[in-house]
């Protein structure tokens, strides 16, 4: 068979792989050792510490499935989407933003391999989907058995799943792309991240799309009794709001992620989003209150606490100054300083997820 060479002598597709190849060695040896990673429902998030500072690689957690024919596959090469092939060859799983995209082009609902913060027990595709994703953020180690924490969520005190199958999943995943993992509570990655002004003293809730965990901590310690999670949250406002005005979850998922101010809503979906919204935070607080009166040993703080709030959930415009009416208007066994949003929401845990790891290399 006839192989064309270019100007080096080389054939095209050869000298390509060889440019690629090239090039990902000088990035991994530009990385420093240690990977953070956020396993949120909504968005999973990679972090990296290089001497140009902290990088993050994100993507959604998200698949749609179309029948695998030539017309899809054109359709994908055109938007340059990710897609991966069913194990059967029959479908196509689009994977990231074009999933909600293409689903939002047909109207159609995008599919999730986490549900309310862990795997989800309805998609039997979720296993394959979320290794899939996951390879793709963290890429190889840099040397066998480097440090990764990556964050998990903890049990929640609203429903009856729990996850220990969740953790255990992922970590072996990780573990086979050849890292040493390391499980952190979702909550507990913002105190790392925020409060550092503070000595990683007050509480942090993390919005994400499935969940909301909260971690109380003193000066760096969390104690387990002190994190916990409600099964509601982003996924939660989408699907009621949807619901209420008639249109699909995926549309109300696009509209808010557009920007959504709560105190001004401009129309008919913009309203629902921020009467679920309310009702969140009120569900939130009220929580709150309720656990932190359950326990008889709360830390005695010196003085009052920081609460910063972060995750994809929380960027809605004054989500903060609604949060903060509400939280002030609860009995509490500590005294609140402030309410503060974390300095870049979305990739806040996984920064506290890659601090962590770094500690292993200083």
Not at 240 to 262: C, F, H, P, W, Y
Request: proline share 3%; aromatic share 10%; with cysteine.
């Amino acid at each position: 068979m006839d192989v064309s060479l270019d100007k080096e002598g080389q054939e095209p597709e050869r000298r390509k792989r060889k440019i690629m190849d090239e090039t990902q060695t000088e990035a991994k040896q530009a990385r420093r050792k240690g990977v953070g990673l956020d396993c949120g429902t909504g968005f999973a998030v990679s972090s990296f510490y290089s001497d140009s500072g902290i990088t993050f690689k994100s993507q959604r957690n998200a698949f749609l499935d179309l029948e695998n024919n030539a017309i899809s596959k054109n359709m994908l090469a055109k938007l340059g989407a990710s897609f991966a092939e069913s194990s059967d060859k029959r479908n196509l799983y689009v994977l990231g933003d074009e999933a909600l995209h293409v689903a939002n082009f047909f109207n159609k609902e995008s599919r999730r391999p986490f549900s309310k913060g862990v795997l989800s027990s309805r998609e039997t595709e979720a296993l394959s989907i979320i290794k899939i994703i996951l390879k793709n953020l963290v890429g190889e180690p840099i040397e066998e058995n480097e440090k990764l924490f990556f964050s998990i969520p903890a049990d929640p005190i609203d429903s009856d799943f729990n996850n220990v199958y969740h953790g255990n999943v992922l970590m072996s995943f990780l573990k086979s792309f050849g890292y040493d993992a390391e499980a952190i509570n979702e909550a507990f990655a913002i105190v790392w991240s925020e409060l550092e002004e503070e000595q990683y003293t007050g509480i942090a809730l993390s919005f994400g799309a499935g969940s909301i965990n909260i971690a109380l901590s003193l000066y760096g310690v969390s104690d387990k009794r002190y994190q916990f999670c409600l099964a509601r949250s982003g996924d939660w406002v989408d699907a009621n709001a949807a619901q209420a005005v008639g249109v699909k979850g995926s549309r109300i998922t696009m509209i808010k992620e557009a920007g959504v101010d709560l105190l001004n809503p401009k129309n008919r979906e913009e309203t629902a989003i921020k009467i679920y919204y309310e009702n969140l935070i009120n569900y939130t607080c009220n929580a709150l209150e309720k656990k932190f009166a359950s326990m008889d040993d709360v830390p005695n703080f010196p003085e009052s606490i920081s609460v910063v709030i972060s995750g994809g959930t929380s960027k809605a415009i004054n989500f903060d100054k609604l949060f903060e009416q509400e939280i002030k208007t609860k009995k509490l066994p500590f005294l609140i300083k402030q309410v503060k949003k974390a300095s870049d929401p979305l990739n806040a845990v996984a920064k506290g997820c890659l601090l962590n790891a770094l500690q292993f290399y200083a």
